[in-house]
């Protein structure tokens, strides 16, 4: 299996900060990663697909970049609604797996 | 608008058998392959299975904690997703929730979730 180990699992941040998240892979898996949003009591949310490409509606402050086995999510000036756990996700090979979620608090 | 909602949650004994339903609509059910993925209370995500369209033959592939117990199924005619829960365990308490893939394997689309807890 693939396993993915995001860093780091928490975060204390304020609005308006520049924020980023690493998801490293055990292995390579091109550019087959995902980041998802989820708040509390609600479904995760696609933001980012194939490493990079912003998925429609998800505003332009998120971007993601990387490839092979090192991958980043940034957030470039965080917004009130930006709180909440981010998710790495790998579609290369079964079974998919998720990493551990890096949880972003409010300083 | 695409909805995805899950019903058949609820409380069974360890060793007890449960099914859940996903009821979609706003897009062409018969086109998608659908997953299951699941969080237990306070944890991460974890996927538990994939049935994929009638053009693959309906095939599945499930996650090692839960294959020979969950059996994932599709109806096309009924856009309704199912997942048969056998031998059940008091590690597989979750929030599951229904997913369809999108062309490029994303998770694009998520149902509300529905909480399965298994306890005596």
């Known amino acids: 299996d693939i396993q993915l180990t995001q860093s780091p699992s928490f975060l204390s941040t304020s609005v308006g900060d520049r924020v980023t998240i690493t998801c490293r892979a055990s292995?390579?898996?091109?550019?087959?990663l995902a980041w998802y949003q989820q708040k509390p009591g609600k479904a995760p949310k696609l933001l980012i697909y194939a490493a990079s490409t912003l998925q429609s509606g998800v505003p332009s402050r998120f971007s993601g970049s990387g490839s092979g086995t090192e991958f980043t999510l940034t957030i470039s000036s965080l917004q009130p609604e930006d709180f909440a756990t981010y998710y790495c996700q790998q579609v290369k090979s079964y079974p998919v797996t998720f990493g551990q979620g890096t949880r972003l608090e409010i300083k | 608008e695409v909805q995805l909602v899950e019903s058949g949650g609820g409380l069974v004994q360890p060793g007890g058998s449960l099914g859940l339903s996903c009821a979609a609509s706003g897009f062409t059910f018969s086109d998608h392959y659908m997953d299951w993925v699941r969080q237990a209370p306070g944890k991460g995500l974890e996927w538990v299975g994939r049935?994929?369209?009638?053009?693959?033959?309906?095939?599945?592939e499930y996650a090692a904690s839960v294959k020979g117990r969950f059996t994932i199924s599709r109806d096309d005619s009924k856009n309704s997703l199912y997942l048969q829960m056998n031998s059940l365990k008091t590690e597989d308490t979750a929030v599951y929730y229904c997913v369809a893939v999108g062309l490029s394997y994303y998770f694009d689309s998520w149902g509300q979730g529905t909480l399965v807890t298994v306890s005596s």
């Open positions: 292995q390579g898996i091109s550019s087959s």
């Open positions: 049935v994929r369209k009638k053009a693959n033959s309906y095939t599945t």
